[in-house]
């Protein structure tokens, strides 16, 4: 069984940052892309960022040069920095795993005040 803890989520106020870690644990031989995705109440969850194994990350379009997306694959740990943030950037932010499927943490809640 693999566990995702994240961590890092809270109150900040526009144009502040958080940086948000995830650390997988359990039975892991290799993970392939790892990455976030994020609900804001009465929305639909959408991607934030990914990246895969050997370091390719993909944005969303509203996340680019905002964000950035990193891994440590020693730690099996994904990272994401998120600067100028904006209130509506504002929603639970859970990361994944991808190994021979799908795993996800229990998300962390980001609030921006404006």
């Known amino acids: 069984q693999v566990q995702l803890v994240e961590s890092g989520g809270g109150l900040v106020q526009a144009g502040g940052s958080l940086r948000l870690s995830c650390a997988a644990s359990?039975?892991?031989?290799?993970?392939?892309?790892m990455g976030w995705y994020r609900q804001a109440p009465g929305k639909l969850r959408e991607l934030v960022a990914e990246?895969?194994?050997?370091?390719?990350?993909n944005y969303a379009d509203s996340m680019k040069g905002r964000f950035t997306i990193s891994r440590d694959n020693g730690k099996n740990t994904v990272y994401l920095q998120m600067n100028s943030l904006k209130p509506e950037d504002t929603a639970v932010y859970y990361c994944?795993?991808?190994?021979?499927?799908?795993?996800w943490g229990q998300g962390t809640q980001v609030t921006v005040s404006s």
């Open positions: 359990g039975i892991i031989f290799s993970i392939n892309a």
């Open positions: 990246i895969t194994r050997d370091g390719t990350a």
């Open positions: 994944y795993a991808e190994l021979l499927t799908h795993y």
